[in-house]
């Protein structure tokens, strides 16, 4: 297994929309292992495709404490959501932010799993913020995106401070 390089916001890689995969070999099960390992050691409970350079629909999601409840999901899609709920979300690739967003309470979806067969999920709460999230990743949308201008400057601003103030240092 591998650690992957996670891309940073406002990095434009991240704005790319992951091609559906046709066939779930050895070669994507290599990638959703280097990509577990990369979330885990992160850490972070999500983790796109989309963030490690891979423009292909896939994530991962573990929510646990125990980080032993890996959902994988190839190929996902929302087919029934409802409600509504307020998160303070994190991104791993837009390091030391967090910010509220507004998402669907529940969502139904339809995916494959890491043979190729399909499966539905019905879920709510932070595991529907978290598919939701990453499904976002994948068709090229970061949640600073749901912010005003303003506080997307603002963050902009706070993270090329920082890879200057890291690049002094180093
Ligand atoms: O997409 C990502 O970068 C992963 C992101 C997932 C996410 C978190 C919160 C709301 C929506 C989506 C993260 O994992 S950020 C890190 C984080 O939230 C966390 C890390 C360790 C323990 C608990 C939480
Ligand atoms: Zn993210």
Redesign the pocket.
């Known amino acids: 297994m591998a650690i992957l390089n996670?891309l940073n916001y406002p990095d434009p890689r991240l704005h790319t929309i992951a091609k559906p995969i046709e066939v779930v070999d050895k070669s994507i099960n290599k990638l959703i292992d280097d990509m577990a390992e990369t979330?885990y050691s992160?850490?972070?409970?999500?983790?796109?495709a989309t963030?490690v350079d891979r423009h292909l629909q896939l994530?991962l999601?573990d929510?646990s404490e125990t980080k032993d409840s890996l959902k994988i999901f190839i190929n996902p899609k929302i087919i029934e959501s409802s409600g509504q709920q307020v998160?303070?979300?994190?991104?791993?690739?837009?390091p030391d932010v967090?910010e509220s967003?507004t998402r669907a309470e529940r969502v139904k979806v339809q995916a494959l799993d890491r043979e190729g067969e399909s499966f539905e999920l019905a879920v709510d709460g932070?595991l529907a913020?978290?598919i939701?999230?990453?499904m976002d990743?994948l068709l090229g949308k970061v949640?600073v995106e749901y912010l005003s201008p303003l506080k997307r400057y603002r963050i902009k601003t706070k993270i090329k401070k920082r890879t200057k103030e890291r690049f002094i240092k180093s």
Request: proline letters at 3%.
């Open positions: 996670i979330m992160a850490p972070g409970i999500g983790l796109a963030q994530i999601i929510i998160y303070e979300e994190g991104c791993l690739s837009v967090f967003v932070l913020i978290c939701q999230h990453e990743h949640f």
